[in-house]
Structures are given as C-alpha cells and as structure tokens.
C-alpha cells in the first residue's frame, strides 16, 4: 500500500519551512493533493507569507481566526490565494487529481541589505492590513499579474544560471502587486479579519495533541491558557466554530484514520492509542462521524490506494 503524505507540523500546529541552498528564503512546489492522506493539508500556520494558484481540480481553503470565526473559499483552475503570516489554515481537494502552484516567502527577505532603506515599507501593508488572506480570481488585471507571476516562479528550471535573479524579480513583482490589490480594493475578496491567530488557542492544541491518548478534562484545557472554562468554550467556537470535546475526538479520529489506513493494528489497539476507552465505543463513534464500520473504512481505503 503506498505510503501517504503528511504536512510536518508541531504541536502548536507549526509548519516549519524548508528551504533549499539558495539566496532567496523560497520555498517552492506543485503539490498534488492524491499524493497527501485523504487529500488535505491539516489545519496549520507558519510564519511565511503563502501564495497559490490552482492548475487543475477545486481546492477549499479553510482560514481560522477571523472575526467571523473560519472562513472557506473554494478555488477552481486559474483561481489564487494569498494566506498571510501566521494564520491557520487548511486545504483539502474536493475531487481527484488536484493540483496547485504554490510558493511560501519568508519575511527575512525584506531583511536582506538590499531593503535596508524601505525594507519596512514594503512589509508594513500587509502587517497592517488585518487581512488573513486574498481570494484572487483571475477576471481582475491586478490578480492576473499576481496569478501569472506565481506560475512563472513555480515553472523556474533551478538548474538555470539565472534561477535567483529570476526568483527575486517575480517575487517583487508578486509583493508589488499584491500591495497595490490590497491597498486599493481592501473591501474586496477578503478572507478573515484578523492576522493574529490567538496563542492561548495554540497552547491548547499543542497540549491536546500530545495528550489525546489519555482522558482529557475541560479544565485542563483551560488551565494550558489561564483561562476559564466558559473562555475556553467561546475560543473554540469562535475560532473553530466547535466545542474543545469536539475538538478533541476530531482529532482523535484523524489519527484513527491514519492507522486504520497505514497499519495492519487490531481495532483495540487503534481505539486505545487514540484516546478511546473501549473498541465498541471506537466503532460507534466512528461508524456515526463517517457512515461505516472502521473496518469497512479500512477496506475502502485499501481499494482506493491500490
């Protein structure tokens, strides 16, 4: 059974980038999501600034944080998205044979020497925006040059002697851009309301993900932040728009997937290492969160990767 991709994150839901051995702090891909387990990047944050534009299939951006609670745009072949730095965010395709031209920039770029004289001009745009992102469809010149741009970058050949001047002059005309698409239209196409994802919300994640095989109380939850379990209750509701409980067995069932999926484990096992009391009451939750038996489950997914 071929093995499926993982985003690498933390506990606190951090994914740490990458880079390779070149000037410029890029990091560059085209992500097929049948390559990623159930086709989705988990909900994450990373301190880089995310662009990307998909070239076939429909994608939900999922963006955590908002004064509305999350916020979910779908993008279509040709469509972008800007995600800003230190948002949460998820991705999962909606059908088979996704595919997106993605790039991440760190903020170290605009510390080079080269920015010394307006390094913070150029940044201070977005850090005071209060966007979480950009939903950039194509029928607008502004989001065709940014859309245009980041293909080019994506389609760079790295062995080309001119990969990191080439790399640096998309990458300026994309921030151009997008400075001049926020600054002119900041009503339009807006995802989220707020770029300061809420860090005792990641305190509380970090501790149910290294704690979830074990009971977990309301008020440990709470105790992680110093806050009550009524503030506890309205972070996860607004944010997430679920209760911590929900939370947790959500999460829990997603680490039960992954097993049922990659391991030969008995269901008592899974059910137990999950957080799960008993296997009986592994397979009645899961048979209500999914329709199927865990065991029905597994041979689905065993076809499905065959």
Avoid at 164 to 193: D, Y
Wanted: charged share 25%; proline share 4%; aromatic share 10%.
């Amino acid at each position: 059974m071929p093995q499926r991709k993982l985003i690498q994150l933390e506990s606190d839901l951090r994914e740490h980038i990458t880079y390779d051995n070149h000037v410029i702090p890029l990091s560059i891909c085209v992500d097929h999501f049948d390559d990623y387990y159930q086709r989705e990047w988990d909900c994450h944050w990373h301190e880089e600034y995310e662009f990307g534009v998909v070239t076939q299939g429909k994608l939900r951006y999922t963006l955590y944080g908002g004064a509305d609670g999350p916020q979910d745009v779908v993008l279509h072949p040709g469509e972008g998205i800007f995600i800003n730095a230190n948002v949460l965010h998820s991705a999962k395709a909606l059908v088979a044979n996704t595919v997106i031209d993605c790039f991440v920039l760190s903020k170290t770029i605009f510390k080079l020497k080269l920015f010394d004289a307006f390094g913070e001009q150029v940044l201070e745009p977005i850090a005071q925006s209060g966007l979480s992102g950009l939903f950039l469809p194509p029928h607008d010149p502004q989001n065709r040059e940014i859309i245009a741009s980041i293909q080019k970058l994506c389609a760079l050949p790295e062995a080309g002697i001119t990969y990191e001047l080439q790399g640096l002059e998309l990458t300026m005309h994309i921030w151009r851009h997008l400075i001049i698409a926020i600054q002119s239209r900041p009503e339009a196409a807006e995802l989220g309301g707020s770029t300061k994802t809420d860090g005792r919300l990641k305190r509380i994640i970090r501790f149910v993900h290294e704690n979830y095989r074990r009971d977990i109380l309301i008020d440990e939850l709470a105790q992680q932040a110093h806050i009550s379990r009524a503030e506890c209750f309205r972070i996860f509701k607004a944010t997430l728009h679920k209760t911590p409980t929900q939370y947790v067995t959500d999460y829990r069932m997603s680490m039960a997937t992954m097993l049922l999926t990659d391991t030969q484990r008995t269901l008592a096992d899974i059910a137990v290492s999950c957080g799960f009391k008993t296997a009986s009451y592994f397979g009645r939750k899961f048979r209500a969160r999914f329709g199927m038996t865990p065991r029905q489950y597994q041979a689905k997914m065993a076809q499905e990767n065959a």
